[in-house]
């Protein structure tokens, strides 16, 4: 069945990259999408696509930018960001803006452990993809994928806001070449993140030993 | 005070066993068993009440130590004081965080960085890496497969430790614990939008009266000052526009202005007038958007687009010349990175002519505004003492009525040739931190249209080695930055990267001043407070 990634913001063809959508789209088709279902899920993701609520979050330079794609001349309320939330409990996407060190790392796992699914993951800018200028620093993670899944990067040290925008028509463009009612974003089998899920559970179940000295 | 005799010959009387070094900027070495003796002099009967720095070094055969920038505010005057102590395994120091509170969160850095205890800290903790770190990161002999990236959630500590000095030289140490079992301690950040990135606060309550904070930063503490000591000088150039990204002109050019200060090389006008508007258009930049976040927090979302909506007008004059919106990498060692734009002057005009009239804008909706008003006024007053005694330097010094301006106080590039005021008030409240920044951005459009006209013709990048080595020695420069003084302090010991590299936070003193300012505010208000303070969690952190 034929399902499209267009979204309204930019022409298929503007976008440079179009070969990993094609693969996902394929990967879908040969996965043999129900008509029913694919029809709902065209309805959903359209749906998700233009409401995505990022979670306001930034460590350093980046985060600059990332207000000013929020403020009035690039205005990212055109495609539906808009609505910046602060708990990560409503928020859709975190945009990592910004270095991560070594003692941030385990608040922004827990930022995202937070959030609920589905959940994505921009990271922008040089430190959040490798560490950037700082990546042979003692306390740098060199790329936030180490630690969380990441789903679009943005190049550029801060990147430029036509390019956050650009990255983040392509989460829009992912967020619709994917399968809502069944089958996730994480890149791990649906057994794999049930198996997670229920670790998760299980974890959390023993509330004695978890740490509740609210660091989040 | 009359400066009655040279400061050097003031220290080598108090104090014999100083030893007066001429290299670089020049310091006297103390040694650790006189150094509290001196410092109380220098303090109480010298009149040196500001700390502009605390730096911990390690020199490595000569162990381990602080190099300690003093002014005396009245005067002017400058000293520094180079104290080491050679135990480099139980390297430590008497505190002096009583006669400069400013001193607090220095030696809890110096501790951090390099293990010197000080004795008489009442809270010696570490101040940006975790407690369980291992080791000390800027010590020579650091090796950093010590850490590797640690993914459990850190505990608090809820104790202070402090270090005592037995008759016999070991250490005894104490633990006090930081909040009551009673009190009521609340938690914000270091994921809150009213924090300013990744600052961590906790705050204890009664009722709505705040009764202690307890900061925590670190949370993107990114170890500059260790990376730039394996880089070459020009290579660390890159580095400071990253450390307060709304400084980024000034920051560097503070650090291109002490390299050339060692090398012994003078720019020419053109380069000095360049730098000199850049460095206002940066200060611009940065208080607008200091208002614009304010209010924002203050819950006025419509100047934040306005605040926005003209610092864009900045950023795209910047870009043009530089090709960088928010981080320029513009200054060179010797010059700058391109001739500006031949719209540069055009442009800038015209920014001015607009800009003028938009301040009353600012006026109308927030400054007279009766909520604002009230949130503002009257709320975290820091007295001028204080102020000083913190080191709270910038727009939050000057609201307290301490002209602090490094513009004014150690004149660089072309602000001796410029004529403009020092916005100083007196009151010290948020609304005064607030007014001072909103001033300041008049001020600045005046230098800036003193200077537009009559850039002098001549070189925009002196001619410089491709590789630059440093002479022996140890310089300090510092510059006006968007919110205080930015100092950079370079030790070298011949070759082509620094043997020590310190940045002069302007945000550190401001955030070790938040608990004494604070302190019996309501917590709605320690949103006001932080937003006032101005500072960028980078900068605090290095
Ligand atoms: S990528 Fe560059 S601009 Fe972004 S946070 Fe890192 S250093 Fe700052």
């Known amino acids: 069945m034929k399902r499209n990634v267009n979204i309204k913001s930019m022409k298929y063809e503007d976008f440079n990259d179009n070969e990993y959508i094609e693969a996902m789209l394929k990967e879908l088709r040969d996965n043999g999408t129900n008509v029913i279902v694919g029809c709902l899920d065209d309805v959903i993701e359209w749906g998700r696509s233009n409401s995505l609520w990022p979670l306001t979050f930034a460590t350093s330079c980046c985060g600059i930018e990332f207000m000013a794609i929020g403020a009035a001349r690039y205005d990212f309320a055109r495609f539906g960001f808009e609505v910046a939330r602060s708990s990560p409990r409503q928020a859709d996407f975190i945009m990592v803006a910004g270095t991560i060190t070594h003692k941030m790392a385990p608040v922004l796992k827990r930022l995202y452990d937070q959030m609920a699914d589905p959940k994505y993951v921009v990271a922008t800018g040089g430190c959040a993809i490798s560490g950037g200028p700082f990546k042979k620093s003692y306390h740098v993670v060199d790329g936030v994928d180490k630690i969380i899944p990441v789903d679009v990067y943005i190049p550029g040290c801060p990147p430029r806001p036509e390019a956050m925008l650009y990255g983040l028509m392509q989460l829009q463009r992912k967020v619709k070449a994917q399968r809502f009612l069944g089958g996730l974003n994480k890149g791990i089998s649906e057994k794999e993140y049930e198996r997670r899920m229920r670790e998760d559970t299980n974890k959390t179940e023993d509330y004695n030993e978890y740490d509740e000295s609210g660091l989040a | ?542």
């Open chain 2, 1 to 542: 005070m009359e400066n009655r005799t040279d400061i050097k010959e003031r220290i080598a009387a108090i104090e014999p066993s100083a030893v007066w070094s001429d290299a670089g900027d020049g310091m006297f070495k103390v040694p650790v068993t006189s150094f509290r003796g001196l410092a109380e002099r220098l303090r109480n009967e010298e009149g040196f009440d500001f700390l502009r720095s605390l730096t911990g070094m390690d020199w490595g055969e000569e162990g381990l130590g602080c190099v300690y920038h003093l002014e005396n505010t009245a005067t002017g005057e400058n000293v520094v004081l180079a104290v080491a102590d050679p135990d480099r395994e139980n390297a430590g120091m008497p505190s002096v965080h009583d006669l400069w509170k400013g001193a607090d969160f220095n030696e809890r850095e110096a501790y951090d960085f390099f293990g010197i205890k000080f004795v008489g800290h009442p809270d010696l903790r570490r101040l940006f890496l975790r407690d369980d770190w291992k080791g000390h990161p800027l010590r020579k002999d650091y090796d950093e497969s010590l850490n590797p990236l640690n993914m459990e959630n850190e505990d608090t500590s809820d104790e202070a430790p402090s270090y005592e000095l037995t008759r016999d030289g070991s250490y005894i140490l104490r633990r006090h614990p930081l909040f009551e079992d009673q009190e009521y301690v609340i938690n914000i950040g270091p994921q809150h939008p009213a924090t300013h990135g990744v600052l961590r606060f906790r705050v204890s309550l009664e009722g709505e009266t705040i009764k202690k904070i307890d900061v925590h930063s670190g949370y993107i503490h990114r170890g500059i000052e260790k990376l730039c000591e394996s880089l070459t000088y020009p290579q660390t150039l890159g580095l400071t526009d990253r450390l307060d990204y709304l400084g980024a002109m000034q920051n560097r050019h503070a650090l291109c202005a002490c390299i050339e200060k060692a090398m012994g090389l003078e720019v020419s006008d053109r380069i000095k007038c360049i730098r000199t508007i850049m460095d206002e258009l940066q200060r611009i930049d940065s208080h607008l958007l200091f208002i614009a976040c304010l209010c924002q927090d203050m819950g006025a979302l419509t100047v934040f687009f306005f605040g926005f909506r003209d610092r864009e007008k900045v950023l795209d004059i910047l870009e043009e010349t530089t090709g960088g919106r928010l981080i320029q990498t513009y200054n060179t060692i010797g010059g700058v990175q391109a001739d500006i734009h031949p719209d540069f002057v055009r442009k800038v005009k015209e920014f001015i002519k607009y800009m003028r009239p938009k301040l009353n804008e600012y006026h109308e909706i927030f400054t007279g505004n009766v909520i604002a008003r009230q949130r503002l006024i009257g709320t975290g007053v820091l007295s001028r003492e204080d102020a000083i005694s913190f080191g709270a330097t910038g727009g939050t010094g000057r609201a307290s009525g301490w002209a602090c301006d490094v513009r004014k106080r150690h004149p660089y590039a072309m602000y001796d040739k410029v004529d403009f005021k020092e916005i100083v008030l007196g009151n010290g409240d948020c609304f005064d931190r607030y007014m001072v920044r909103v001033l300041e951005i008049e001020q600045s459009l005046n230098i800036i249209e003193q200077l537009i006209d009559s850039i002098p013709e001549g070189e925009w990048q002196m001619k410089v080695k491709p590789v630059i080595k440093l002479p022996e020695g140890s310089w300090y420069t510092a510059v006006e930055g968007s919110r205080g003084e930015f100092g950079v302090y370079i030790e070298s010991r011949g070759d082509k990267s620094p043997y020590r590299m310190k940045f002069r936070s302007t945000g550190l003193p401001l955030v070790s001043c938040i608990d004494a300012i604070s302190r019996e505010a309501k917590i709605a208000d320690l949103i006001a407070i932080g937003g006032t303070l101005d500072y960028v969690v980078p900068d605090i952190d290095r």
